[in-house]
């Protein structure tokens, strides 16, 4: 004779929970698309550099991206991340390059995925900071004046 698996009463069938994770992706805001837009395209743009250039331009980036790290300040930083402010102080080029930089050999890469963890990181007012110097990276890229700033 076969065991019943009804729970309850009359005509009921056992059902089984189904457990599920809450493994749910957040949703991707206007602003992360166009920071993975824009990345992309200074990916693109960096691999066109031929090898006389790339110097120069890394010279270039070095110094835009020290800029960069000379604005920040504590109040840039979000509370939980303020310990991070006395490692800026002290290597703050290497500090942003782990940041922004995927791949820091020849050609240079940016990394596209990691505007969630800018977001965390910096108040807003610094995120627009680092999306105008992605705007005018590019720009620079595309009209090729990382080369003028070299011959002046």
């Known amino acids: 004779m076969l065991k019943s698996t009804q729970l309850g009463g009359k005509g009921t069938m056992r059902r089984k929970k189904k457990f599920v994770g809450n493994n749910f992706k957040t949703r991707i805001t206007e602003k992360e698309r166009l920071y993975i837009k824009k990345i992309n395209n200074i990916n693109e743009y960096i691999k066109l550099i031929n090898d006389e250039d790339y110097d120069t331009f890394k010279i270039f980036l070095d110094s835009e991206l020290d800029d960069i790290c000379l604005s920040i300040e504590k109040i840039d930083l979000r509370k939980e991340y303020n310990k991070d402010f006395e490692m800026i102080q002290e ?62």
């Open 91 to 152: 290597d703050s080029l290497s500090y942003i390059y782990n940041l922004l930089i995927k791949v820091v050999d020849k050609p240079l890469e940016f990394n596209n995925n990691n505007y969630t963890i800018l977001k965390k990181r910096f108040e807003d007012d610094f995120m627009d900071i680092i999306i105008d110097f992605l705007n005018e990276l590019e720009n620079n890229l595309e009209r090729k004046k990382y080369l003028e700033s070299e011959e002046k």
